[in-house]
């Protein structure tokens, strides 16, 4: 009986010892479990805090250009450290997340978000056409050749004036024509009349070639030059302006005095907009003017070096009644330039329909520089012995002595920035975590 008793006491124990090591096996995988739930955790919240850390480098570059960095920025339980890599239009961000002892760090690269748009003519015409007076002149410089596209005629502004052109020249559809003009390259229209070509003349089958002079032959080409759209799309436009009016709104602006030099833009001016007086105007984002734009009287409009080789926009795009809306006028002792670097332009937009050379939607005077006139639905008439870099237009005349002289650089594509900061982003697929 004793020993009985001693076996059941033996086989108690037993069994109480196995619960026991189940118990500490069940609290010590409890204990575990929580550790690695909790590490698991915190290797999220770490991710989260070091993507949060990138979206912050891209906000705070938007807003300055000149953002460094930054350490140990608390933020949903950890902090967060960036460090920021690279000049010009890219930086690398590298973002460091920390929650307690666990660190995540992710890579992105950033890059300046950029309009492009391509300039492949000294001047680009629409319907309206090409009018030339005498010495007027469309030309190239640093290899580019001062080509011409026009959907409409290119012609003398009266009988005995003459235009040059010395690269190739095409005139779009059937019935328009070139006329006393002499082309220092090919000329290709439906008729051609009076002229003077260096090389190869091509006509359309049907048309003429009457009284012209050519140092090549002459061919005919079967069907129709076809038109060519204006570069820019409406859609562009409409974008540029909501960038604009992003950086707020104000009333009619005036500018004026030798000692008024002012930095302006992103901005929307509901009104006119008024340059003058030797005043100098940088701009630092796009500018959008609903109602004129008169620049005057030794004024010197210029972007802002931050711009860097990107270009700048200055847009007159007023409701269409009043139709004066939207014109613009440079005068004659203006110098507007780009950013001081290489490829760099400042555009002056008008969406204004004004068809009269005598009353157009641009009217541009000399001594501009680094300039491109752009009107997308009228005229641009260029004043005497102005010189620009680029042209396009719905329609152009050029007054005696006027002259466009073509640029390299704008062969290529320009970029086309709402700031000097631009607009940064996040370049496609370059997010990744890594380790330090």
């Not at 860097?308 to 006028?329: C, L, M, N, V």
Request: include cysteine; proline fraction near 3%; charged fraction near 15%.
């Amino acid at each position: 009986m004793k020993q009985q008793k001693g076996q059941m006491l033996v086989a108690a124990l037993i069994i109480a010892t196995v619960v026991m090591l189940l118990v500490t096996a069940l609290l010590s995988y409890a204990t575990f479990g929580n550790f690695s739930a909790n590490r698991s955790l915190k290797r999220s919240q770490a991710m989260a805090i070091a993507e949060a850390g990138v979206d912050k480098t891209i906000m705070s570059l938007n807003g300055d250009a000149n953002y460094s960095g930054e350490t140990d920025t608390v933020f949903g339980g950890g902090t967060f450290s960036v460090i920021l890599s690279g000049l010009g239009d890219s930086r690398i961000i590298k973002s460091k997340g920390k929650v307690g002892n666990i660190e995540k760090v992710i890579r992105a690269q950033a890059v300046v978000a950029t309009d492009k748009v391509e300039f492949h003519y000294g001047a680009q015409v629409g319907s309206l056409g090409l009018i030339m007076s005498n010495q007027s002149k469309i030309s190239g410089t640093g290899g580019a050749a001062g080509n011409v596209y026009s959907n409409g005629s290119i012609i003398p502004y009266s009988p005995g004036h003459r235009g040059t052109i010395t690269g190739d020249v095409y005139v779009a559809k059937n019935g328009n024509r070139i006329e006393n003009i002499d082309i220092g390259h090919d000329a290709h229209a439906h008729i051609l009349k009076n002229c003077t070509v260096a090389n190869d003349i091509y006509y359309v089958s049907g048309g003429s070639v009457q009284n012209c002079t050519y140092g090549g032959t002459v061919k005919v080409e079967i069907g129709a030059i076809p038109e060519k759209p204006l570069p820019i799309a409406p859609e562009s436009i409409s974008k540029w302006e909501s960038e604009a009016a992003a950086g707020g709104e104000r009333g009619p602006y005036t500018l004026s005095g030798k000692d008024a030099t002012v930095s302006l833009g992103p901005i929307k001016i509901n009104g006119d907009m008024l340059i003058d007086n030797n005043a100098i105007l940088t701009v630092t984002g796009t500018i959008w003017v609903t109602g004129n734009i008169t620049i005057r009287n030794g004024v010197i409009v210029k972007l802002s070096s931050g711009y860097g080789a990107r270009s700048g926009i200055i847009i007159g795009d007023g409701p269409s009644t009043p139709a004066e809306a939207g014109k613009i006028w440079v005068g004659n002792d203006v110098t507007v330039g780009g950013s001081g670097s290489t490829g760099s332009y400042i555009m002056l937009l008008s969406t204004n329909t004004k068809s009269n050379p005598d009353d157009p939607a641009i009217n541009a005077g000399n001594n501009s520089t680094s300039v491109i006139f752009y009107a997308s639905r009228g005229m641009i008439t260029i004043e005497n012995n102005a010189s620009l870099k680029e042209v396009t237009g719905y329609g152009l005349y050029l007054k005696n002595g006027a002259q466009i002289t073509y640029e390299s650089g704008l062969a290529s594509t320009t970029n086309f920035a709402s700031g000097p900061g631009g607009s940064w982003k996040f370049k496609k697929d370059s997010w990744q975590e890594i380790k330090e």
